[in-house]
């Protein structure tokens, strides 16, 4: 059974950081790129950020760029992503997703407020 359990979201102020977290199981984690997919009330889901298998390449989305880090544990079965410097444009409930199998977790909230 494929789970992707996300955590780490939270209630953070303006110019805060944050590391959200992936647990991967039931799959061959490591054989498969990895992505964040965000959506913010009232929006669709916008992409975040995707690494390979080895996080030897990352991208980005233009507006998270130099912002956010997205890595790996290969052998912990994780994904991670740093989010800084922080706004209210960030706020959205932040999906872990394998775009290939369409996988995809159940999300965690973040909130950027003062």
């Known amino acids: 059974q494929v789970q992707l359990v996300e955590s780490g979201g939270g209630l953070v102020q303006p110019g805060g950081s944050l590391r959200l977290s992936c647990a991967a199981s039931g799959f061959t984690f490591s054989s498969y790129w990895m992505s964040w997919v965000r959506q913010a009330p009232g929006k669709g889901l916008e992409w975040v950020a995707s690494i390979n298998t080895g996080s030897s390449r990352t991208y980005y989305g233009d507006s998270v760029k130099g912002r956010f880090t997205i890595s790996r544990d290969n052998a912990k079965n994780t994904l991670y992503l740093r989010l800084s410097t922080l706004t209210s444009s960030d706020t959205a409930v932040y999906y872990c997703?394998?775009?290939?199998?369409?996988?995809w977790g159940q999300g965690t909230q973040v909130t950027v407020s003062s």
């Open positions: 997703t394998n775009f290939q199998n369409d996988f």
